[in-house]
């Protein structure tokens, strides 16, 4: 049963998410002088609706599953996760270097000139590396608690991960928009990110060995995607 606390520890996530991600670089963006020809902040619809939207919702929401499911969470915060987490933090940050060494980094706004981030920039940069480490977190803690519950996993814990699927896959297909959609055609940047996700899903139905928990899921599951494909859909293509 969800509790109350639950619930305000989500909220709490969420909200810190929200301040440190969009709001900062609403911030910046209205106050740092840039080169007025870049695409700025509203040109990504994964920078506004992305990190204004998708970001809070997932992580509260795997917020308020983890501090549901506290027992488990506890037996699952062990080793593997803190390894996972390192390794993520260690891609972000690898992923941010590789925009400052490149060449032929597509400049924008907080990254005004080649090999140089602006305040804005090297904020986004601590931000972006502190989101991998963040939903590596809570992701790992969601499949180990999957595992661990497999026949008593019930229908809120259902809704929260069929709520953070939505918000996580409509992320990744607003991001693929941004950056694809002027080299590949939408459907297939849709299509391909979809069925992707579809089947890093079906992968973690292979940790649970209830097929009723099995079924439950996967229905989840498609819903959740279908939903998704159509928010993105409305965010990419109409607002």
């Not at 301040?19 to 911030?27: A, D, E, K, N, T």
Request: glycine share 6%.
């Amino acid at each position: 049963m969800i509790e109350k606390e639950d619930v305000i520890r989500g909220l709490v996530v969420g909200i810190m998410v929200l301040i440190s991600g969009f709001m900062m670089m609403w911030f910046f963006y209205n106050t740092l002088d840039y080169p007025k020809d870049l695409p700025g902040l509203f040109y990504y619809k994964a920078a506004t609706w992305g990190d204004c939207l998708c970001l809070p919702m997932i992580s509260g929401l795997l917020t308020v599953f983890a501090s549901k499911n506290s027992p488990e969470r506890e037996l699952a915060n062990n080793h593997i996760t803190r390894a996972i987490v390192l390794l993520s933090v260690i891609i972000g940050i690898f992923i941010q270097a590789s925009w400052l060494w490149r060449e032929n980094t597509v400049l924008n706004w907080s990254l005004p000139y080649t090999h140089c981030f602006n305040l804005a920039g090297w904020w986004h940069s601590l931000f972006f590396i502190s989101m991998f480490g963040l939903l590596s977190y809570l992701l790992v803690l969601f499949c180990q608690i999957v595992k661990l519950k497999d026949s008593r996993i019930d229908d809120q814990d259902v809704l929260l991960w069929n709520g953070a699927l939505l918000f996580g896959e409509c992320y990744l297909l607003i991001h693929f928009h941004d950056n694809y959609s002027s080299r590949i055609s939408r459907p297939f940047i849709y299509a391909a990110v979809v069925i992707s996700s579809f089947l890093a899903c079906m992968l973690l139905l292979l940790l649970i060995k209830s097929k009723e928990t099995k079924i439950k899921l996967a229905k989840g599951i498609a819903v959740a995607l279908f939903f998704a494909l159509g928010l993105a859909g409305i965010i990419c293509e109409k607002l």
